[in-house]
């Protein structure tokens, strides 16, 4: 566990002070440490519970009434606030996976352990909780990505969840990104659960040298999943019967469908996933990957969004 010294313990304080006293909702949104003392936006409203990390934009978890957890969050993610959370939807921009060119770049881009700033926190009339924010930029981030460009996140808090992320290309040249909600679904057992809504597709088996393949029926998983599912712009239905849910995921704006859970080898690996964690989730991701990449005019702007859903069975 990290230890801070004073002078940031005291700095982290006066941060969630000054957060509070401009952007906090009574009885619904209030700003407290997170992990290594990060501040956290905690949402309580008459529908639904969530928190949000200002490292990485990251939503963490989000339960609403009455229901399991939607997000599947690992207890055993490091402290450290350098590394992206485990768990919860990482943000990947601006690209996805590997970088193209430079491997040294890190792996889904930076917005992920980057530090966010909170532009709006709203109680919309239907009860829902908002909150806006937007990438700070830093001298690195400027290194790994020159091109001048706002990135914005719009979390709508409610019987539903609702997670916009908005590309704006302030540069005087056309941009070309790659993009992911890196979302990581709660399931009884990944080996009882079928995700519906990909049938016919062609994806991209990164467990078989990325063959190009096409999908029969609902995706099941019963060993390592790595899998890009391309031009499609279907829904997707997690059916549980062990939780005796479905999740349906609607997306707009976005091209591609990412499937993935370690297994126990990678997870083994990976270190910080618990026992058996990957039994229970499932990351189904809105993206635009692969040949999905989006291209962003000057002075444009893109806007990725999911919505998700709890019906019972």
């Keep these: 566990m990290t230890t801070l010294n004073l002078q940031t313990l005291k700095e982290r304080l006066a941060t969630l002070e000054t957060l509070n006293d401009d952007f ?43 229901h399991d957890p939607v997000l599947w969050l690992s207890n055993f993610a490091p402290m450290d606030k350098n590394k992206p959370i485990r768990g919860g939807i990482p943000i990947c921009w ?9 491997k040294k770049k890190p792996a889904h881009g930076f917005a992920r ?71 990581y679904f709660q399931v009884g057992d990944v080996r009882e659960m079928a995700i519906h809504g990909l049938d016919n597709c062609e994806y991209i088996d990164k467990m078989d040298n990325s ?62 996933c618990g026992y058996q964690g990957y039994l229970n989730m499932i990351c189904v991701e809105v993206a635009n990957a692969a040949d999905n990449l989006v291209t962003v005019k000057p002075g444009e702007r893109h806007h990725l969004q999911m919505m998700v859903s709890v019906e019972v069975l």
């Excluded at 601006?94 to 430079?102: E, K, L, N, V």
């Design 24 to 66: 906090a909702i009574a009885h619904y949104l209030e700003f407290k440490a997170g992990r290594d003392g990060i501040p956290v936006a905690e949402i309580n409203n008459d529908h639904a519970v969530a928190t949000i990390s200002l490292q990485g934009g990251h939503l963490m978890t989000f339960r609403p009434r009455d």
């Design 211 to 272: 063959l190009r393949k096409q999908q029969q029926g609902a995706v099941t998983i019963h060993n390592q999943t790595d899998r890009v599912y391309l031009n499609t712009t279907a829904d997707c239905i997690i059916e549980d019967s062990r939780l005796k849910r479905r999740l349906r995921i609607t997306k707009q704006n976005s091209q591609s469908t990412v499937i993935w859970n370690p297994w126990e080898g990678q997870a083994a690996q990976l270190g910080d």
């Design 113 to 183: 352990t980057n530090f966010w700033k909170v532009i709006k926190t709203t109680r919309i009339d239907n009860g829902a909780t908002q909150i806006v924010l937007e990438l700070i930029h830093t001298k690195e981030t400027q290194t790994l990505w020159p091109s001048a460009t706002q990135l914005q996140l719009v979390v709508t808090v409610g019987s539903q969840l609702k997670v916009e992320l908005l590309t704006h290309n302030t540069s005087s040249e056309p941009i070309t990104i790659g993009e992911a909600l890196h979302t």
């Design 94 to 102: 601006p690209w996805f996976g590997p970088h193209a060119t430079d």
